[in-house]
């Protein structure tokens, strides 16, 4: 069951598609206010149009603290506080072998993933802490508890983006704020899609993801989101500085090869 969620507020990065998207669909259904941050302003005015009043759409720039410290202020501003904040705005960034890859690509790698969920969790902490109470929730990947799921640069970030909310979670715990991390794998999006090749064709995504699930189903924005959703709720009060893969048991159980159980 949905927890309802009238009159509580998020801030969403990334919010404009994909998981992002899923996530400020699902808070909206649920009866909350969400405010969208972006950089893609053209599909962050659509999703607002789509949801109605309860969205509020935002360019944000995960990079930016100023824009962290404007997205938060302006959800305590406009709705009296900050309940939730999902800290998921991504890319693949920074892709080739240990020695192709550039110094600056890494940087900005960097920045986006892991910088900017530091930058994330700090104005939120910054905005809840008075209130006592409020949960942030960063998107990690598989990635972020095995290597060899991604390129260098993203599964090092995604790495420390988990050691980052394991530590977050030990400061902010006593002041009744918690921090989590939900880690999808291979997630159909146009993220997949452009992966795949067909940058544009969520069915050709669909498909390929589906045929290499173990359960030939593969995993959802929609997916990833009610984990999120989770994470952020009452249900998951006494979790906290820890990660919920999803993944249909498919990313990490094969990167750990466990040749045993099929023996």
Not at 12 to 22: D, L, M, P, R, Y
Not at 65 to 81: N, V
Not at 86 to 112: K, Y
Request: hydrophobic content about 45%.
């Amino acid at each position: 069951m949905q927890e309802d969620l009238t009159g509580r507020t998020a801030v969403v990065t990334g919010g404009a598609s994909g998981i992002g998207a899923a996530i400020a669909r699902r808070w909206v259904a649920a009866g909350g206010n969400v405010l969208i941050g972006d950089i893609d302003e053209r599909s962050g005015a659509a999703l607002t149009d789509e949801l109605g009043p309860a969205a509020r759409f935002v360019r944000f720039d995960v990079t930016s603290e100023a824009d962290h410290a404007a997205a938060c202020d302006l959800a305590l501003d406009r709705y009296g506080a900050l309940d939730a904040f999902f800290a998921n705005a991504g890319a693949v960034g920074a892709t080739g072998s240990i020695e192709g890859t550039r110094r600056d690509e890494w940087d900005a790698t960097v920045a986006l993933l892991l910088t900017g969920a530091f930058l994330s969790i700090k104005h939120a902490v910054r905005v809840m802490r008075p209130r006592g109470r409020g949960a942030i929730v960063c998107t990690g990947s598989v990635a972020s508890v095995r290597g060899g799921l991604g390129p260098h640069a993203y599964t090092a970030a995604k790495h420390g983006l988990l050691g980052l909310v394991e530590s977050a979670a030990v400061e902010i715990g006593r002041h009744g704020l918690r921090v989590n991390c939900v880690a999808p794998g291979g997630t159909v999006s146009a993220l997949a899609a452009r992966l795949a090749g067909a940058p544009d064709d969520l069915d050709a995504a669909y498909a390929r993801l589906a045929a290499a699930s173990s359960s030939g189903v593969p995993t959802t924005a929609d997916d990833v989101a009610a984990a999120a959703l989770f994470l952020a709720g009452p249900g998951a009060a006494r979790i906290n500085g820890t990660r919920l893969v999803v993944d249909g048991g498919d990313d990490v159980p094969s990167a750990k090869g466990l040749p045993y159980y099929a023996r």
